[in-house]
């Protein structure tokens, strides 16, 4: 099963294929967010999650319950369990090297 996880404001749209945390779909799609650590830990990826359900591949990631309340989500954790809209300012369509 797969989902569509839209990047906003940039207005991606991509594929999530199972298995797949948020942050490898969209690089596999052409889309840099921001990360550092890859397993939840810096917090250099947080977004928010603005529509959707997810689940996450390490028991606790770095987010308190406040940050949770609020949205925030890591994408190099975060799996979709549904179509996923996402908020992260600092995305960007690789660039061709």
């Excluded at 940039?10 to 990360?35: D, F, H, M, N, Y």
């Excluded at 830990?41 to 999650?49: G, I, K, T, V, W």
Aim: glycine residues 8%; charged residues 20%; negative net charge.
């Amino acid at each position: 099963m797969s989902f569509i996880l839209r990047i906003e404001p940039l207005g991606a749209t991509v594929p999530i294929l199972e298995g797949e945390s948020v942050l490898e779909a969209a690089q596999r799609s052409g889309v840099t967010l921001a990360r550092s650590c890859r397993n939840g830990s810096c917090r250099a990826c947080l977004c928010h999650l603005q529509g959707g359900e997810l689940a996450y591949r390490v028991e606790w990631p770095s987010l308190s319950p406040d940050d949770k309340d609020e949205g925030a989500m890591l994408p190099c954790v975060a799996l979709a369990h549904s179509d996923l809209l996402i908020h992260a300012p600092k995305a960007r369509y690789t660039d061709p090297a």
